[in-house]
């Protein structure tokens, strides 16, 4: 139920509990099934739900996020959303574009992540387009913990206030409100709708799990909505270990703020950090062979810092018999790829392994 409060900013029931939300995404990004990927040698039908076509600003998972954040910001009065990330970070990238589509400024803070990068790494992809929003960019050194990355935002939000504004922050760490999960929440219901839409049995879900937002948020959204269905989150950045940590965190945060604390147990918490190496905006032979089977045999693109991860766990899952019990690999597509235009030496070199023999 929606009590529309302007024409741009609606209030949507998600649990017990109601939450501003400025829309940002007109129309169903569609579920897909892979024509070419598909079924090959015993393998499991994939179905792709295209949450990379969520639209503004390029699109990407960060979009069904940024309409719960926009929403506060606008309800609360604020002028100024502030929020950190990788160098290439999506995140801030679909931020800046939200700002300009609710009329807010946007300040954001880069994260040096990711070592040994060169200057279209820096200037191009994601960051050629945060400047087109017109955000103002911030550095943070490189290696700042989750905690000073976030003391960071406070500390431009302090200096912003001091000027007379009124800065909403998107805080990174784990302990905080997580906000824009209430968007894989609803985004879990228009999955199940579509699949049943679709007449098709899924057994298995698979997503990149990377702040543990959209994970969570879908996890706990199957379950608000009666489905059992497993989701496995494949790490991006974190170990199995803390990765499994940090979601069911992110649940029972989500649980209490939406009112619904008894949905999500800790068994439902499946991680797996198997495609994780070398580590974060770094691919090995597999994730470059998933990232390249989806190009060459389903005109599909992923990104190189997520989706090559989690659709190697997608390809993998889809292999194993005894995990499909007969039914299809649901894999959710969570955008990034303006980062191919900021990744190129490095996908270069993937290329020129994969095809030894031509001249690059
Ligand atoms: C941010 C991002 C993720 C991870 O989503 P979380 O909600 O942070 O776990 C996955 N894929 C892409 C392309 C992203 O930009």
Redesign the pocket.
Known sequence: MTTPASPSLETVRVGNADFPRRRLISGTPPLDRLGNLSGRDGRAPIYVKRD?LTGLGLG???VR?LEFYTGHALAQGCDTMIITGAVQ???VR?TAAAACAAGLDCHIQLEDRVAGMDAGYRTGGNVLLDRMFGATLHHLPADASEADADAGLDAIADDLRAEGRRPYVIHLGATFEPR??LG?VLGAREILDQIAQAGITVTQVV???????????LLTGLRLAGSNLPVT?VC?RRDAVQQRARVTEVCANLGKLIGRPDLVGPEDVIVTDRFLAPGYGKNSPQSWGAFLAAARQEGLLL?P???SK?FAGALAMADDKGAMAGGAVLYL?????P?LFAYEAAIDAALAAADPQSNQ
């Open positions: 990379d990407g998972n960060k996020k970070s999506n995140y679909v824009g999960a894989y997503t990149a799990s990377g702040s543990g937002l959209t994970h969570s948020g989150g991006v990104d810092v997520y989706t989690s597509h969570t955008g990034g790829l980062a």
